[in-house]
């Protein structure tokens, strides 16, 4: 299981928690494109976007079983949303390692992404690293909704949700590495290059890239952090076990965001 722990020190994490966003939606729309003035939809590709339907199903199922009393099923049940995760995340790969640049003139060669008579026709679909950042997206999902169902959990309960999140939290970190190696972002010139090209690249319609997707990836950490020390701080039954398995998933996630930061930093508002 691949992490990411020792590749960001100590120091680089602290004090890098800012105030968390209100919880987003689960449920992550498809992403949307301006279109040559009109707003095309984009759709994951099935290789993913099915995985992503099975693990919010089962994830969806595994929840209330830990609210129903039924523990040891819904320990059951989180391997199908382990298995499921780790599904997405490798179709996600195969998306970003199979998928060819696209052509000089994209517009040209995809009518589809244009208006005709007034309107976009057929499908655009994701590029890979929208597609990464979709599975990034089912992953805080998983970690917040499994964060928040340890207090009151026990036993066999409290061990599901422990393996769960952990895992989660590991296969993000690893899902972040690769992303890493395989995109790095270009030298920065100056906080005013990143900006500018943020700019450029919404401008000419072009299909995000990694460089402009990764620093609102952040926020979703700061969600779940948020969620974690609420959970600490509201508890009504909250084992020893419990407060040592949220400690160490908030421990995890502020370095996972240090991780985020250091290589795509946030981008600033132009004035």
């Not at 129903?68 to 382990?82: C, H, L, S």
């Amino acid at each position: 299981m691949r992490s990411i722990r020792a590749a960001v020190p100590l120091a680089l994490a602290a004090g890098l928690v800012a105030a968390a966003p209100a919880v987003a939606d689960s449920k992550a729309p498809s992403p949307a494109r301006a279109a040559g003035g009109d707003v095309a939809v984009v759709t994951y590709p099935s290789i993913v976007r099915i995985r992503v339907a099975r693990t919010e199903r089962a994830l969806d199922r595994a929840t209330r079983k830990i609210e129903n009393g039924k523990p040891d099923e819904a320990a059951v049940t989180f391997k199908v949303v382990r298995r499921q995760m780790s599904a997405a995340w490798r179709g996600a790969k195969y998306v970003i390692r199979t998928t060819p640049p696209p052509p000089a003139q994209e517009d040209i060669f995809r009518p589809s992404a244009r208006k005709s008579g007034g309107a976009p026709v057929g499908p655009s679909y994701a590029s890979p690293p929208e597609t990464a950042v979709r599975v990034l997206t089912l992953q805080h999902d998983v970690a917040a909704a499994v964060g928040q169902l340890i207090d009151g959990s026990h036993g066999t309960g409290l061990n599901a949700l422990a393996t769960t999140l952990n895992f989660t939290d590991d296969r993000r970190d690893g899902a972040l590495a690769y992303i890493l190696s395989v995109a790095p972002p270009a030298p920065p010139e100056g906080e005013d290059a990143r900006v500018g090209a943020r700019a450029s690249q919404e401008e000419e319609d072009a299909a995000p890239s990694f460089d402009t997707l990764m620093p609102d990836v952040a926020p979703q950490l700061d969600d779940e952090l948020q969620a974690l020390e609420g959970t600490k701080s509201d508890a009504t039954d909250l084992t020893a076990g419990g407060l040592r398995l949220l400690n160490a998933a908030s421990a995890q996630v502020t370095k996972t965001k240090a991780f985020i930061n250091t290589n795509w930093p946030p981008v600033l508002p132009e004035d």
